[in-house]
């Protein structure tokens, strides 16, 4: 062979580098393309979501309820039991987020309609509330249909169209001030005082209305509210409410809060009234039997002209009082004990038991069973806000306090006898003081027993009327055990999306991310061969040389175009050839490859054509007797080849063709023989090649595949040179699996690598012209892809 100029197909390694920087910057278009739709896609979320928002307030939960109160400083006086105990945070939390809270708030708020305003390009929709230009004024003996939406379109400052689609069908335009009626709705639309203009040129004018349903909304506000304890002693809490009207999310919160302190007050009140009814049903008594003494007394003093006692009667009367003084706390644990026997009876319902304390009844036992009593009421009440009666926290509850029941039952039952003992032991008393009086003169003794009875009738209205007082200070002096800390202000709201610089960071990360995850999957399953890299790292067998793209429609681009980029390329491969084929007698080239479509044939072609071109007698020989291809390109004949000659059905110059490239010969494949590896070894395949190395300078040969048959390994035995194709972004690296092994067990000797069909850009040289796109160093060994 001749002795070509070499030149540098690779360019070291920067030039790798280069090809990776640059293919690195063609993905860009796709990265700008996907930047590009995410940044969209964020502006539409920013721009034409609705805003929600969060809101809060807090409220301080007393540690210490009613020992401020002069309620209580009237129960530690007369032994009363302490209502309430100290506040469980979350039984309030319970009550706060109850449904009767809830429903408690929204009947005292204008909840019942909602108000949607519509954006001009009808893709945007906002609630509002508070600011709407008109206002809904329902008929409240008409029942409204829930949830319907009804649309509004403001046509000018009287006038507006009204439309009910779907099942109603209905575009009416109407007057402001004019009711509407059908079978679902009965309404009429006035203007909104506090606004300047219904009508706003600037403005789509369209909105949309619908009925609530009270019941619902109180469950969804229920479900919707966020209840946390602040600080350590978990006094402070703060409710906190998700919505999309900062207004109207307040003005619910603050609500809920007033309705919750003012129903904390109310029971205090209920507890307090329900002393002050037992006072007034004792007091009614009293007064009746009180009035009647003091009539009869001066009726008699009137009647009788008698206004003073004797000495004897005056020191029978001072006995006689001191008695009685004695008998009256027994009389009043005796109407005390009548009173729970009504009120077991008749009245077993959640008002609470009037401690006994109230009417200075010092029985510690009864006092304990009754603040029991009242504390399982209290729990029964907080739980049953909360809670279905059938709730198994209730149904514990009721059962203590229907045993309960039955212990003061019991308690009255056997300590009313020991009462009446006492009573009766009393009356002994005053029977005996009777006796001395009846010893005085009538009238004096008459006089005597109707002071007694007002003196008795006295003592007890003026204890009443005493506790009464007091009862009348706590009612008025009650104030509710929790306060408002911090009331919910729309100003303070703080919006949760959308969240606009969030949403276009997430969209520059996955405008970025999705195609570099999708390049990174891509390359990770990527099997084929990308560059001299994936060779370099997969196997030691040298690179003889790299071929361009054939751009042409040529087979033999060589040939058409000798001063082109891809003639360089086979040129080059020649040259490095020299330094395989060092012996005259080593004249024998053959290319294979793993599987069919890599280019052996191709290259074959044009290598032979390049060594030909220089003057050298080349014979192209055709042993890929299973598909064959050779005769078609150079347009001759194949009803004889290889397989004839090699089953001596014809000679060896018989098969031997020319070619219309001058020094050029081709040996044909021939007909498709049955057993193409049979012939190959055969002694007549050994002759062949014996005569060839004697007529031609090189023979090139074009093989089956090696991965598919055996052929080109027994082939292998005749060439001197052995080439493998690699063909780029063709082949997968399974190649290497093959042609490691071969080498490793030495069954094809002389092996080099050809990477085929490699598109390089042209900043790689003048797009494969002289020299520059394909090059390689000094030595086949230190090729550069």
């Not at 059938?390 to 006898?417: F, G, P």
């Not at 001395?436 to 003592?459: D, H, V």
């Not at 595949?705 to 055996?710: G, K």
């Amino acid at each position: 062979m001749d002795s070509y100029p070499q030149q540098n197909i690779y360019q070291e390694e920067s030039i790798d580098i280069k090809k990776y920087f640059f293919k690195f910057l063609s993905n860009w278009y796709w990265f700008a393309i996907a930047v590009g739709i995410a940044l969209s896609v964020a502006y539409l979320v920013n721009r034409y979501s609705e805003s929600t928002y969060t809101i809060s307030s807090s409220i301080i939960i007393s540690d210490n309820q009613n020992e401020t109160s002069s309620i209580e400083s009237i129960v530690q006086e007369l032994g009363r039991f302490r209502a309430r105990k100290k506040t469980e945070v979350v039984n309030e939390i319970a009550i706060l987020k109850s449904y009767k809270m809830a429903r408690l708030a929204l009947e005292e708020l204008d909840f019942g309609i909602l108000y949607i305003s519509i954006g001009k390009r009808e893709i945007a929709e906002t609630k509002i509330y508070n600011n709407s230009s008109f206002i809904i004024i329902p008929d409240t003996a008409f029942t409204q249909m829930i949830n319907y939406p009804i649309d509004i379109k403001i046509l000018s400052e009287h006038e507006y169209q009204l439309s009910i689609n779907d099942q109603f069908n209905i575009k009416r335009t109407l007057k402001f001030g004019e009711t509407f009626e059908n079978e679902a709705f009965k309404f009429s639309i006035i203007k909104n005082e506090i606004i300047d203009s219904v009508f706003n040129e600037n403005s789509s004018n369209k909105y949309l209305f619908k009925f609530l349903d009270i019941n619902n909304l109180a469950k969804t506000y229920r479900s919707k509210l966020k209840i946390d304890v602040n600080d350590e002693k978990g006094s402070i809490l703060t409710l906190k409410l998700n919505g999309f009207v900062p207004e109207k999310m307040a003005a619910y919160l603050n609500k809920l809060s007033e309705v919750y302190i003012r129903s904390d007050l109310t029971e205090k009140n209920e507890r307090t009234e329900n002393t002050l009814s037992f006072i007034d049903d004792q007091l009614s008594v009293i007064v009746k039997d009180l009035n009647n003494a003091e009539v009869r007394l001066q009726e008699f003093r009137s009647e009788n002209q008698v206004f003073n006692l004797s000495q004897k009667g005056g020191l029978l009367i001072n006995r006689l009082s001191e008695v009685q003084m004695e008998q009256i706390p027994y009389e009043v644990r005796e109407r005390y004990f009548d009173y729970l026997n009504t009120y077991l009876q008749e009245h077993a319902t959640n008002q609470p038991i009037v401690a006994p304390s109230i009417m200075n009844i010092n029985d510690l036992a009864l006092q304990k069973i009754v603040e029991k009593y009242n504390d399982q009421l209290f729990q029964k009440l907080k739980f049953s806000q909360v809670a279905n009666e059938d709730a198994s926290n209730i149904i514990i509850i009721q059962n203590e306090i229907n045993s309960l029941q039955n212990i003061i039952s019991e308690y009255v039952k056997t300590n009313k006898q020991a009462n009446k003992i006492s009573i009766h032991a009393l009356d002994q008393k005053i029977n005996d003081i009777n006796k001395e009086i009846n010893l005085l003169p009538i009238n004096e003794r008459i006089l005597i027993n109707i002071e007694r009875e007002y003196t008795l009738n006295n003592e007890l209205y003026t204890f009443l009327l005493e506790k009464r007082a007091e009862a009348g200070i706590t009612k008025a002096s009650n104030v509710a055990d929790n306060k408002i800390l911090d009331i919910a202000r729309p100003e303070n709201a703080t919006q949760l999306t959308p969240k606009r610089s969030q949403n276009y960071l997430i969209a520059l990360v996955l405008g970025f991310g999705l195609p570099g995850a999708i390049i990174l999957m891509l390359e990770f399953f990527n099997t084929k061969i990308e560059n001299k890299k994936d060779i370099e790292q997969n196997t030691d067998i040298p690179i003889i040389g790299t071929i361009g793209h054939n751009a042409t429609q040529s087979n033999i681009p060589v040939f058409i175009d000798p001063k082109s980029g891809l003639a360089e390329s086979f040129r080059t491969l020649r040259t490095n050839l020299q330094y395989i084929l060092r012996e005259k007698n080593q004249k024998v080239i053959m290319i294979t490859s793993t599987i069919s479509g890599e280019g052996k044939t191709f290259v074959a072609i044009n290598l032979a054509t390049i060594i030909s071109m220089v003057g050298k007698k080349v014979l192209l020989v055709g042993l890929d007797l299973r598909k064959p291809s050779l005769h078609k390109i150079f347009d001759v004949a194949n009803n004889i080849g290889l397989s004839t000659y090699l089953s001596q059905q014809n000679t060896y110059n018989e098969i031997i063709r020319e070619t219309p490239i001058e020094n050029l010969f081709i040996a044909p494949s021939g007909p498709i023989p049955p057993n193409p590896a049979e012939l190959i070894e055969t002694d007549q395949m050994k002759t062949f090649f014996e005569n060839a190395e004697k007529d031609y300078d090189f023979i090139v040969i074009d093989t089956p595949p090696i991965a598919l048959v055996t052929d080109a390994l027994l082939i292998s035995q005749y060439s001197h040179a052995n080439l493998f194709m690699i063909r780029q972004r063709y082949s997968t690296s399974h190649v290497f699996d093959l042609i490691n092994k071969l080498k490793q067990d030495q069954k094809i000797a002389h092996m080099n690598i050809i990477v085929n069909d490699l598109k390089m850009p042209k900043y790689y040289g003048y797009n494969y012209g002289y020299g520059y796109g394909y090059g390689y160093g000094y030595g086949y060994g230190n090729q550069k892809i």
